[in-house]
């Protein structure tokens, strides 16, 4: 068998080869039976999905789509609980998940089960293959390395579309916009632009009910540790953290930091005082009371008003990040940084 033929794209080959047979009987019939040019543009417009075709350019990539995706698999987390809580994970759609960091909202936990797990981590090429998806959509950039042999390129040569997170384009500071973008974006990739456009307006709610509730307390500054003993790995300018610390009524001590995410010494940080710090809580990197025993241990860090006072706020990293769990996190942020709001 030729490399480039998988057992899983010889099904999908197959598949396509009795469907482009089925379908071009069906349109020889149609041809013969139609009496002018306008029976045969009612047919075809009788088979197009309402909305489709539909064209999307992602990241530099440039799909059109005349019909909703029908096998999904999404690489990381918080594409996986879009797609949920958009209602497109019911029956079939969704073909498996890799790479959960984090525990999935409870109102998810069911329906995220129910889909095949491929991979703790990114699961290799091959491996999505064999799931026979027509779509994949990724969380990281990391879905997509060209090293691993996972390119955006390599899909597209097997037939299979790709979608990658907005937040990994690289075009500057993520904000909530982003969120509600990514969120329309995809009810449009899958025909469900009405159902895209009330969870914008449920989670918009969500986030201007918190912000409101901390409307002209203090700025309390606040540093985001992710990770790291001889530096620290911190949320920069350029990530969504920066916003949803914003709008919890927060400031983010190295949101002068232009990346997403970066490397600050230990100095920079006791120079600095947050007065809270945010944990991200992810899989891999050590768990929340590691990290806090780690913080709570360390002399430089004793005069600093967050270890002095034992104020953390801890956050799945899939909060942090565009995707639904982001109106979530400026909540619960809201709540640590101004506890006395919600009394």
């Known amino acids: 068998m030729s490399p480039l033929l998988t057992p899983a794209r010889t099904r999908g080959f197959?598949?396509?080869?009795?469907?482009?047979?089925?379908?071009?009987?069906?349109?020889?019939?149609?041809?013969?039976g139609a009496s002018d040019d306008g029976d045969r543009d009612a047919k075809a417009t009788a088979a197009a999905p309402a909305g489709f075709p539909v064209t999307i350019d992602n990241?530099?990539?440039r799909t059109t789509y005349d019909a909703p995706p029908s096998r999904v698999v999404t690489i990381h987390q918080h594409p996986a609980e879009l797609m949920l809580a958009l209602g497109l994970g019911l029956g079939d759609r969704m073909v498996g998940t890799a790479f959960p960091d984090s525990a999935v909202l409870p109102e998810l936990k069911k329906d995220y089960e129910a889909i095949p797990e491929l991979a703790e981590r990114e699961p290799s090429f091959e491996k999505i293959l064999d799931a026979e998806p027509d779509f994949v959509y990724g969380g990281y950039g990391s879905a997509f390395a060209e090293k691993e042999g996972r390119s955006r390129k390599a899909f597209a040569d097997a037939g299979i579309d790709t979608y990658l997170n907005r937040e990994y384009c690289g075009k500057g500071q993520v904000t909530m916009?982003?969120?509600?973008?990514?969120?329309?974006?995809?009810?449009?990739?899958?025909?469900?632009?009405?159902?895209?456009?009330?969870l914008v307006t449920d989670l918009r709610s969500r986030v201007a009910k918190a912000a409101a509730e901390v409307e002209g307390e203090h700025e309390v500054p606040v540093f985001v540790y992710d990770s790291g003993d001889k530096s620290a790995f911190t949320a920069g300018g350029k990530g969504l953290g920066t916003e949803l610390i914003r709008l919890a009524?927060?400031?983010?001590?190295?949101?002068d930091l232009d990346d997403v995410f970066g490397d600050v010494s230990w100095e920079q940080v006791v120079e600095r005082r947050p007065e809270v710090i945010a944990i991200y809580d992810y899989a891999g990197a050590g768990s929340v009371q590691e990290k806090k025993k780690y913080l709570l241990s360390q002399p430089a860090l004793a005069d600093v008003p967050a270890i002095r006072n034992k104020r953390f706020v801890v956050l799945p990293l899939t909060a942090t990040l565009v995707g639904i769990r982001s109106a979530y996190a400026v909540d619960d942020l809201a709540r640590g940084l101004h506890p006395e709001s919600f009394r």
Not at 14 to 32: D, F, H, P
Not at 178 to 187: A, C, L, W
Not at 249 to 255: E, L, P, Q, Y
């Open 177 to 198: 916009k982003d969120t509600y973008d990514e969120i329309r974006t995809i009810g449009k990739i899958f025909g469900v632009p009405d159902r895209a456009d009330k």
């Open 14 to 32: 197959l598949r396509a080869t009795a469907a482009a047979v089925a379908l071009s009987s069906v349109l020889l019939t149609a041809a013969c």
């Open 59 to 61: 990241c530099g990539v």
């Open 249 to 255: 009524g927060g400031r983010n001590v190295f949101a």
